[in-house]
């Protein structure tokens, strides 16, 4: 009996990543169907975005397990029709996007390049900036996405800290966990980057409190999820000076409403969502990877843990 695999994203994806999985599932010598219709009852797995419009997994009686292509699964790992398991999207092309764009506007806030940028007023006046082994990074949500960027600022010499739920330990990289962790972490942070999960947890991590915690005229960037920020907490530590500058890629309304302040804010920096994105090519080898997996009785990779949500 051929193996059934429902694609269940975009119709615009189909085209795209119907010849790629086709591929990874034939050298991997499974006997299986692809397609965008099954009935429930047929199918074994799910590949799936939230974008599909399929919430009730109820009539799927057969099915192993739900593969996600987002790395966020914020808008299904709640969903009590799923008692399977889920699989979020953890793939080498995700991880090289973001930590690209993370590094790079590290670096943008860490040489202060915006001076020279968006100013050419004719004055000579050299003020170089520090060191990066002076410069203290902080990186919350250590996470796959999150560890990668960590990884690659210490490996720059930035003085990184990174703070997750969870102890963790990485090389080169002060771990810190707890309450009192979260503090000190952000206590230090001159530049700091959010990269943790959208849970009930986390929302409105960032907020009057846990703001007044960063030292004066801290960077903020935000590539992880737009309900991290409280939006008028950040607006009021912007116009106090508490923080110097934002560069937000994630809002909690997409695409950012055109009467947003954050558009016209002349100390914050609005990117369309486009720190990371889902590469297919490499997407596809993961979800082929798990599905090969599945078949062969294997644990499934980069499972969501349902209880904390991510």
């Known amino acids: 009996m051929p193996v059934n695999v429902l694609f269940s994203a975009r119709p615009e994806q189909w085209p795209v990543y ?30 799936y975005s939230p974008a599909s419009g399929l919430l009730d997994f109820s009539p799927f009686t057969r099915l192993k397990a739900v593969l996600s292509l987002w790395a966020g699964v914020e808008k299904i790992a709640g969903n009590d029709s799923l008692t399977v398991p889920l699989a979020r999207m953890v793939d080498d092309g995700l991880m090289q996007g973001m930590t690209e764009w993370v590094v790079g506007q590290v670096l943008r806030y860490h040489l202060g390049m915006d001076r020279y940028i968006t100013v050419q007023d004719g004055v000579w006046a050299p003020d170089a900036p520090p060191l990066a082994t002076q410069r203290h990074v902080c990186v919350l949500g250590l996470g796959a996405l999150g560890e990668a960027a960590a990884r690659a600022l210490a490996a720059l010499n930035f003085n990184v800290t990174g703070w997750s739920r969870t102890a963790k330990d990485i090389p080169g990289v002060t771990c810190l966990h707890s309450a009192e962790g979260l503090r000190a972490a952000l206590s230090s942070a001159e530049i700091l980057v959010l990269l943790l999960p959208d849970t009930p947890a986390t929302e409105n991590a960032m907020n009057a409190d846990t703001l007044a915690l960063l030292p004066k005229g801290a960077r903020i960037i935000n590539p992880g999820r737009g309900p991290l920020i409280d939006d008028d907490a950040l607006l009021a530590a912007l116009k106090t000076g508490q923080v110097g500058h934002a560069t937000l890629d994630v809002f909690r309304v997409e695409p950012l409403p055109a009467e947003h302040p954050y558009w016209a804010h002349s100390k914050v920096t609005v990117t369309p969502h486009i720190a990371s994105e889902t590469r297919p090519v490499t997407a596809a080898q993961v979800i082929c990877q798990n599905i090969i997996r599945g078949e062969e009785g294997k644990p499934f990779l980069h499972l969501v843990d349902r209880s904390l949500g991510y």
């Open 18 to 47: 119907e010849p790629l999985l086709s591929e990874g599932l034939t050298q991997a010598g499974l006997d299986f169907h692809l397609a965008t219709e099954f009935e429930p009852d047929q199918v074994d797995y799910v590949v």
